[in-house]
C-alpha cells in the first residue's frame, strides 16, 4: 500500500510563494513518475506538474511554465512543487499523484495513488 501525504500549503499574497512537498511510503517510489494536480471549488481536478522516475523530465501544464518546478529526492522518497508568483488563479487544493508509468503524464487516469490534498489560498 502507498501512502501520499502532501505539506506546505498555506494563505500567501499573490506574487509570493510556497514550496509543497508530498511523502511517499513505500520501497518503490524511485521507480514512478510523480506528478501534482489542483482542484478548486466547482472545478475539475487540474494537471499541475509531473516528474519521471529519475527526475530528468519534467512536464508542466502551459499556464506554470515558467513559474512552477517540481522535482523529486528519491533518497528522501519526496517529490517537491516550488511555486513562485503566485496568483489568485492558483487557489486550490494540491494533491500528489504516484504515477502507474516511469514517464511524466498530464492524465489522471494514469495515476493510481493520490494523497489527500494540501490547500494554498492566494489572496489579492
Known amino acids: 500500500q502507498v501512502q501520499l501525504v502532501e505539506s506546505g500549503g498555506g494563505l500567501v499574497q499573490a506574487g509570493g510563494s510556497l514550496r509543497l512537498s508530498c511523502a511517499a511510503s513505500?520501497?518503490?517510489?524511485?521507480?514512478?513518475?510523480m506528478g501534482w494536480f489542483r482542484q478548486a471549488p466547482g472545478k475539475e481536478r487540474e494537471f499541475v506538474a509531473a516528474i519521471s522516475w529519475s527526475g530528468g523530465n519534467t512536464y508542466y501544464a502551459d499556464s506554470m511554465k515558467g513559474r512552477f518546478t517540481i522535482s523529486r529526492d528519491n533518497a528522501k522518497n519526496t517529490v517537491y512543487l516550488q511555486m513562485d508568483s503566485l496568483k489568485p488563479d492558483d487557489t486550490a487544493v494540491y494533491h500528489c499523484g504516484r504515477s502507474r508509468v516511469t514517464v511524466p503524464t498530464p492524465a489522471a487516469r494514469d495515476y493510481d495513488y493520490w494523497g489527500q490534498g494540501t490547500q494554498v489560498t492566494v489572496s489579492s
Open positions: 513505500g520501497r518503490t517510489f524511485s521507480m514512478y513518475a
